[in-house]
């Protein structure tokens, strides 16, 4: 599909700087870079309804034979049908590969009567389960709205949680952290001055400045953090140099220096609203590097641009203290087999109310000043 009728779709409104994880280019490097493949278990099986030759709706798609790389777990599922002689895989898989970030799923083209091709986009759904012989079909990190229309629609709602940091407004990160509980804010000074104490600087690398040895860097250790902290990093070393070159106008690289050389990296992507961090990775521990790399960095990026939040990824309670608040998210599951969509509704009504409370838990914890 070509990126301008991709891209009409994925960014219907023309912003300039549109979400960057629905973005032609970024499912292009992915595909092509070998990170999300059929060898790799991610085969691109894209849906697109057309009016004529006119591609009106999109929905990213991928035949799957794990289910590995989605941030939305669902292995427990996969196994409860396999020891009821059931086979789970292959399933569909609506979503960006390895990017745990909410955005649109459902594209559809400006001008359209967006609930009734929302709706032909669903049917056609399981139309597409049908004929790829799947188990099932998941949208994950999708928007409310749609998700709520999708659940009307016969789909099992789930819900998760993510932490973001929520700009009100602020002119500096001191700002900021006057809106802390007095030891909260004394604590993320400390994280602060710990690393510059040890003469760490950072550079902030986007656009022009994203070279191959600024790729190389950041990719020894995006490695090297991987293979001791989980299974085998998913992207490739081209995957990197290809956004690089195509969407770097949208690309934060955050390199840390310690005398004279790179010792950790986070890529983060933005567009006018928000700044998304992906992955990091260090060939040096030191105490705090984390938190400043790749949350307060952040934080002072978004602030500087005036950008509403930071999305700091799945998982992490530890960025609750540092600022980041609980905020749900949202995906939806088709199921053929009747068994198993039964048991899974009945789990998905106990869990949506155990994320519901995790979170009010969670909120109150926040290290906002209580009046704040």
Sequence with gaps: MPASQWDRLANPNGDALPHPFTRHAFFVALEESGSADAKTGWKPTHLILQRGDTPIALLPLYLKSHSYGEYVFD??????????????????????????????????AVGEDRDRIRDLLVETCATAVVETRASSLHITFMPEDDWSAVGKAGFLLRTNQQFH????????????????????????????????????TFDLLSGSDLSENAWDAFFEGYIETGNTKWNPPYLTREFFSRIGQTMSEQILLVMAKKDGRYIAGALNLFDGDAIYGRNWGATTYMPFLHFETCYYQAIDFAIARKLARVEAGAQGGHKLLRGYQPRPTFSAHYVVHEGLRRAVGDYLVHERQEVLENMEMLAARAPFKKNG
């Design 165 to 200: 940091w929520e700009n009100r407004g602020y002119s500096s990160f001191g700002e900021f952290l006057g809106e802390l509980a007095s030891a909260k804010r004394k604590n993320l000074r400390k994280e602060r001055a710990a690393i510059a104490a040890e003469g760490v």
């Design 75 to 108: 292995h427990g599922w996969a196994e409860a049908f396999a020891r009821a002689g059931g086979k789970y895989y292959p399933k569909l898989q609506a979503s960006v590969p390895f990017t745990p970030v909410t955005g649109p799923r459902l594209m559809i």
